[in-house]
């Protein structure tokens, strides 16, 4: 792994998920809308933007043709199937052999083990209803993707966060393959911790055709298993 593409990397989760990658000596090419690209300034040279629209095929073309591994954002947002033309363009232009990883969150559903408390499917019913009402996001589109990636024929790893939040790092994330698994019932994840992970699976091919579902490894539900796991050893 040498060359990655970030597709979305003037947000929060994309700077972060740049810093891991610079630190691992990794060349970054970034896709960004035009207006955004200011906000890398810190980086300066290390990195190069490509100042664009990522939902426009030939601006993602460009971006990923030469890249060893493609990080993208899986963002819902408007209503013009953001997440779906993201996805699509991703999955055609990337080269044959490139390790692809996509972010979304929990609400992702990849098979019938996933588990979601009434809690979780109230709370994404409700913002889901919302969103689409103020047309702010459209949460079906970003389903609508996840599945592309889950049927491309395509060395892929989606990447399912909990709620996020800032601070400093925790470490690595811990992940379960389903959602609803008693590990990720503390249901929290800093946010460069998140980016952490996702720049993580670009070299660990364990998770190649997976969509690990991440919580803080230093989350209470997190410290329960490992206590648990610690107990049934000595038994």
């Known amino acids: 792994m040498k060359r990655i593409t970030i597709i979305g990397i003037s947000g929060k989760l994309g700077q972060y998920m740049t810093e891991h990658a610079l630190s691992r000596g990794y060349e970054v090419t970034g896709v960004c809308r035009p207006e955004s690209v ?14 664009g629209s990522t939902t426009d095929p030939e601006i993602i073309r460009k971006a990923v043709q030469d890249a060893d591994g ?23 232009y990337a080269k044959p052999d490139a390790r692809l990883v996509f972010s979304c969150g929990w609400h992702v559903k990849l098979k019938d083990t996933d588990r979601y408390p009434l809690k979780e499917r109230i709370k994404s019913w409700v913002f889901g209803r919302i969103a689409k009402l103020t047309q702010m996001a459209d949460i079906d589109d970003q389903e609508a993707a996840a599945q592309l990636v889950f049927g491309a024929d395509r060395d892929w790893t989606i990447v ?4 996020l939040e800032e601070g400093e790092t925790e470490g690595l994330p811990v992940w379960a393959a389903n959602v609803g698994d ?22 660990d091919a364990s998770l190649s055709g997976k969509a690990p579902a991440i919580v803080s490894r230093a989350a209470q539900s997190a410290r329960d298993h490992r206590q648990a796991s610690l107990l049934t050893s000595h038994t």
Request: hydrophobic share 50%; aromatic share 6%; proline share 5%.
């Open 38 to 51: 200011d906000k890398l300034a810190r980086f300066g040279q290390r990195i190069s933007v490509i100042p």
């Open 70 to 92: 493609v990080l993208t954002v899986l963002v819902p947002w408007g209503r013009d199937r953001m997440a779906t033309r993201m996805a699509e363009a991703v999955l055609r």
């Open 160 to 163: 399912r966060a909990s709620d």
């Open 182 to 203: 008693p590990i990720l019932a503390s249901n929290r994840t800093r946010r460069t911790d998140f980016a952490l992970f996702m720049v993580n699976a670009l070299t």
